[in-house]
């Protein structure tokens, strides 16, 4: 398998998988280093490691080449940066015990520590290929767990910088592979963490399932963004324009559906059109870069031509274009559409933003919650307790208040995805330390009575 130039589009890097039997030689090698990594000033290692890849430009050089997109390669590397130094610095305190406590049993005291996986796998997309591969790789470490990551064999050239970096304490193997190498990691690691497709997160939590090992599955989304009437309209066109085409909408998070009141589409629609018509190309000096995943022209294409055929009306955009080789889509604004059209229904992952007209909140509501996927949300209001008030009733595991797509860059609150969206613990927080952590009780009898009353055995 050759690895494709998004902007180029030519097959100019060959894919080379790491062998079975390397793969399982390296999960040994992290293994073996785990007493060590326990025993270690880890926040300090970490620290280390953080400072040094916020100032590798060999990363950052191989991250625009593996997207093609420059400003959301460099904002990445810096939250990746942001992210390991937050974690050095919170992590200790999360993971002191906590204090003894009495039990329901007089005499009895509770008392407990946290152990951490030995070895932690994690599967990661293309979309953001150092982000989405250390988010959950850096937690795990910060636990005192060793970690092996496969990230995606689309974007596999920033694997090499990254590695450069890596203090020789600290275990983490990222390596080359496709997916029969992911399939194989499943069986070999203790705890695993997938971020894809609903399709692919079956057949990994299946596997999972098989091997008796958690799983973690962050996957696909259709984030609807509601417009409540009073809304700041300029300012809801602003970030749901930002939230829908941001790495031209190839983010889980990305808003991919707008419902609007009826009495503010109008004005609405022509804010957001205006707006969507000024953002070009990044082969123009614009902001939206090309179509990374292989395929993904095939599927936003199709998706546009349905919802055309069913009478949506496209104001900007709307067509896959090809420059330098690569596949292109400008930021799309379609009206006219409905819930017949698989583009309100099914993933688009592009630039693409199809507004519908509601006749109030509890409308907005049902349609935004008519779906399989519950990931995130949006919602604007002329109140901040009026948007909160839809907010609660979304099925979907974060909802931006008055900006959209905001999980993309404040990871504190802690969230899980509803549907389709994924399985298990909270990727953001403090509580996404926990996932890679065995909690252990300890119960222990200071009654003074030789004989309590539950030891007896007596008729």
Known sequence: MNVRDPLTGRLDRPLTPVSPERLAATAAELRAMSPSWNDADRGAVLTRFGAALAAEEDLLAALVADTGRVAESVLERQIVAGLITRWAGQAPALLEPPPERPASLPGIVVGGDAVPYELVGVISPWNFPLLLGLIDAVPALAAGCAVLVKPSEVTPRFIEPLMRLVPDELPLRVVEGDGETGAALVGLVDALVFTGSVETGRRVAESAARAFVPAHLELGGKDP????????????????????????????QSIERVYVARQAHDEFLTRLVDKAAQVGLTCE????????????????AAHLADAVAKGARVHTGG???????????????????DHTMTIMTEETF???????????????????????????????????AEAMAVAAKLHAGAVSVNDAALTALVHEGEKHSFRLSGLGGSRMGAASL????????????????ADPWWHTTKE
């Not at 000096?285 to 936003?300: K, L, M, T, Y």
């Open 434 to 449: 926990a996932r890679f952590l065995r909690r252990r009780a300890y119960l222990v009898n200071r009654s003074e009575a």
């Open 319 to 337: 067509e896959i274009e090809r420059h330098g080789g690569g596949h292109w889509c400008r930021p799309t604004v379609l009206s006219g559409v």
């Open 225 to 252: 963004a509601i417009v409540l009437a009073g809304a700041d309209l300029d300012r809801a066109a602003s970030a749901i324009l930002w939230g829908g085409t941001a790495n031209a909408g190839q983010s889980c």
């Open 285 to 300: 000096g614009g902001p939206i870069g090309p179509i990374i995943g292989p395929g993904r022209e095939d599927v936003i």
């Open 350 to 384: 592009g630039p693409v933003l199809p507004v519908m007209a509601v006749d109030g909140p509890e409308e907005a509501v049902a349609l935004a919650n008519d779906s399989v996927y519950g990931l995130s949300a949006a919602v604007f209001g002329a109140t901040e």
